[in-house]
């Protein structure tokens, strides 16, 4: 049996690393890509274009705006002094912000009335432009109060002076607040599942269709072997594949890890495993790559989508927020941010790894099921 | 080129394209699917943030500033927790992202006239979420101090201060600031690329594969003639993806179309042109269908999502992968679809992504018509 077993091994191995530029997609794609992706997933919100329109043009009017500049959020870009102007840099996407100030801004200050600062924002892509504007009321809210101030202390002297109260925030876990050690952990899990799945989905379904699989169906292997046969490959390539790139994420982006790598790749493991058990549950129910292909892309889509990796999962609908819990890859991301930024252990990670070993279970006994059949 | 061997290409592609009804479905289900989870379900827009509260100065003054963050629409205030340990355990566990900490002079300073530090625990590990957590917090914790310096100066019997400066916000585009308004038409181009790759990456593939191609081979047919009656049906599956889309944002979602509706239509069978031509490149160069398929996804479908700007700004990418994004055509056709969508802008002002969009498209066709050669090796 184990020389069957060896035999299917060394046959799946050969077939999938013949052409070059297999080995090309298999090893060094998913490194280029994580290297790409890392520099390029980053919501961070750093020298918005800042255009300033303004028509007062004093010492309190460019007082502010230099507050906005010295924060480094915002970088002006120019200096416009009519509206037509200004639109037309917001229109063209040369300009996410105006800062508009009319006469008399700095004579309101002065009579103690309300000076007004109007923001222009560039709501097309509202994340930033809602964390724009978040730093925007930040800073006028600081500079306000700093006038205030000098009022109630002309008005209250020294002694009676009114408290004030400030808010000092520390985030946990990732100090800078830096988007891409939170993306990154998502990006090696992407990158490997993207390459296990479309391996194993094409596994079986590409014998199918070759006509190969007579020739395997009148060999002695039994249906065990050949499953063992069809997932061992798969799953060292995929494990070789996550030791690179997060090998390469952690050295060259000095990805932080906090918690133990051996749990960390006993997880992997098992989430491998599920990720095999999908790819041969949809090449045993296909007929042709082509099916198999698409059946892949139908699946990881939206697990990607709805795995947590981009978009928390807390702001989506209850409804939608039960369906990721069939996910295996959101639990995967808990377990691997867990481990990499939070280094936790298993005694908090659990319920994601017995979630993940059920959904490993069940997806491939369904696919050993679905391949006696095929067999038989 | 004759049309008459074209059509009969397109006409046998067609056939085998009918034939396989679930490959088919999926290729119109795929964007339905993928508008319906990004209309409903994905939001990068931040609200009811999960916080506890550690009160150790349990004063009018500290129940004063709580209420204001349970009132705000941004917070959800989980409960209150008594010792430092608990605010660990509740954000290691991720059952809230933020710890309020209140400490115990609190009041008292506030009454001596010195500023009064509150403390913020945030989970960072999610950094935009907590970044867009702290400014919210930012912001009440300034309308508070404010409302104490006001209130002070008023109790004393001065004249009533008006806050010096106001901020007023408009914003263009999007007033509602509401992500699905630009995630839906940027979605238009992901969703092109990637069926478009898939439909075409295995089609020449296949037929080496199969050994059909020996057949094709054998028929006076030319390669051009093969490659553009291979494209003409996924031409079509491909545009009504479109139409499909287009329709679901206008009735479904109702997202603004300020613009011209000829015009997004142009630039998408320019770019659909293109993104079928490179899907029959990879199948050409790969000659078989396991590598066509990766070759596919990791071509098309992730750099479509990540380097195209929809969901992370180009902008704040460092320069040299900026550069990279220059080579992803969906770059172009995701600023096309915001500016028509969004702003109502034509060509005067997007007519650099349109010529780029152009060169790309012509340039992925010459390149299939030069790989493929109709020979046996």
């Known amino acids: 049996m184990l020389e069957r077993i060896w035999q299917m091994l060394i046959k799946e191995f050969i077939q999938v690393l013949r052409d070059p530029k297999m080995k090309g997609v298999l090893l060094v794609m998913p490194v280029a890509q994580l290297i790409v992706f890392g520099y390029a997933v980053t919501t961070d919100v750093r020298n918005v274009r800042t255009a300033v329109y303004d028509l007062d043009n004093s010492v309190a009017s460019r007082e502010l705006v230099s507050r906005f500049a010295s924060t480094g959020y915002f970088k002006i870009v120019e200096y416009v002094g009519t509206d037509e102007r200004a639109r037309e840099l917001l229109d063209r996407g040369d300009a996410q912000i105006v800062l508009h100030m009319n006469r008399g801004f700095e004579d309101d200050l002065r009579a103690g009335r309300t000076a007004q600062l109007q923001v222009l924002a560039d709501g097309t892509d509202s994340n930033t432009a809602g964390i724009a504007l978040n730093y925007s009321a930040k800073i006028v809210g600081e500079y306000s109060q700093s006038i205030l101030n000098g009022r109630a202390l002309r008005l209250l002297g020294p002694v009676r002076q009114p408290g004030q109260v400030r808010l000092q925030s520390r985030a946990w876990f990732n100090e800078n607040l830096e988007s891409r050690n939170f993306y990154l952990p998502g990006v090696i899990a992407i990158l490997v599942t993207l390459v296990t799945l479309l391996l194993t989905s094409m596994a079986v379904v590409r014998e199918k269709e070759i006509g190969t699989m007579e020739q395997i169906m009148v060999t002695p292997i039994r249906p065990f072997e050949f499953i063992l046969g069809k997932t061992v490959p798969f799953a060292l390539i995929s494990l070789v594949n996550v030791v690179l790139v997060t090998t390469v994420g952690v050295l060259w982006f000095n990805l932080p890890v906090r918690g133990s790598i051996l749990r960390l790749l006993f997880a992997t493991v098992l989430y491998l495993l599920t990720a095999l058990g999908v790819g041969l549950v949809i090449s045993t129910i296909s007929n042709t790559q082509q099916q198999a292909m698409m059946s892949t892309f139908f699946f990881y889509m939206p697990s990607m989508l709805l795995s947590g990796f981009m978009f928390p999962i807390a702001n989506m609908p209850v409804v939608v927020q039960w369906l990721t819990y069939l996910n295996p890859m959101r639990y995967f991301l808990v377990i691997i941010r867990g481990i990499f930024l939070k280094g936790v252990g298993f005694d908090v990670l659990w319920p994601q790894l017995v979630a993940l070993a059920i959904i490993g279970v069940v997806t491939l006994g369904l696919a050993s099921r679905r391949f006696r059949k095929t067999l038989a | ?377």
């Not at chain 2, 400490?103 to 010195?114: C, L, N, T, V």
């Not at chain 2, 960072?124 to 919210?136: E, K, M, Q, R």
């Not at chain 2, 509602?176 to 020449?204: C, F, H, Q, R, W």
């Not at chain 2, 031409?235 to 479109?242: H, L, Q, W």
């Open chain 2, 1 to 377: 080129m004759k049309p008459r061997r074209v059509l009969a290409i397109a006409r046998k592609e067609s056939i085998q394209i009918r034939r396989d009804p679930r490959s088919l479905g999926m290729a119109i289900a795929m964007p339905m699917l993928l508008l319906v989870l990004f209309g409903y379900a994905l939001t990068l827009d931040v609200d009811r943030v999960p916080l506890v509260v550690w009160d150790q100065s349990g004063t009018p003054a500290s129940r004063e500033l709580i209420s204001r963050f349970a009132g705000s629409r941004y917070f959800s205030l989980k409960g209150y927790v008594q010792d430092y340990r608990d605010v660990e355990r509740a954000i290691d566990s991720g059952e809230t992202l933020m710890a309020l900490v209140v400490p115990r002079d609190f009041a008292g300073q506030i009454e001596s006239g010195r500023p009064a530090a509150v403390q913020l625990l945030a989970d960072g590990s999610d950094s935009n979420t907590a970044t867009i957590a702290i400014g919210y917090a930012e912001a009440v914790v300034q309308a508070y101090s404010r409302a104490i310096t006001l209130d002070a100066t008023q109790r004393l019997g001065a004249r009533p201060l008006n806050p010096p400066v106001e901020m007023r916000t408009r914003v263009w585009f999007n007033a509602d600031m509401e992500s699905k308004n630009y995630i839906i038409p940027g979605l238009i181009p992901v969703i092109m690329m990637v069926i478009a790759a898939l439909l075409t990456s295995l089609t020449i593939a296949r037929e080496w594969e199969r050994g059909t191609m020996e057949q094709l081979i054998s028929t006076p047919v030319k390669g051009p003639e093969l490659i553009l009656g291979k494209l003409v049906p996924y031409f079509v599956i491909g545009m009504f993806d479109v139409l499909l889309a287009v329709l679901m944002g206008e009735f479904v979602f109702h997202v603004p179309l300020r613009g011209s509706l000829l015009l997004l239509f142009v630039m998408a069978a320019v770019f659909l042109v293109g993104a079928l031509s490179l899907g029959m490149v990879i199948s050409i160069v790969a000659k078989n269908q396991l590598l066509a398929n990766q070759l596919a996804m990791i071509l098309t479908f992730v750099p479509a999502f990540i380097l195209s700007g929809l969901v992370y700004a180009i902008s704040v990418m460092p320069w040299p992968i900026r550069l990279v994004t220059y080579l992803v055509p969906a770059r172009y056709f995701v600023s096309l679809l915001k500016g028509i969508y969004l702003k109502g802008v034509g060509l005067s002002v997007l007519g650099g992504e349109a010529i780029l969009l152009v060169v790309f498209a012509a340039a992925m066709v010459a390149l299939a018509n030069f790989k493929f050669r109709k020979k046996l090796v």
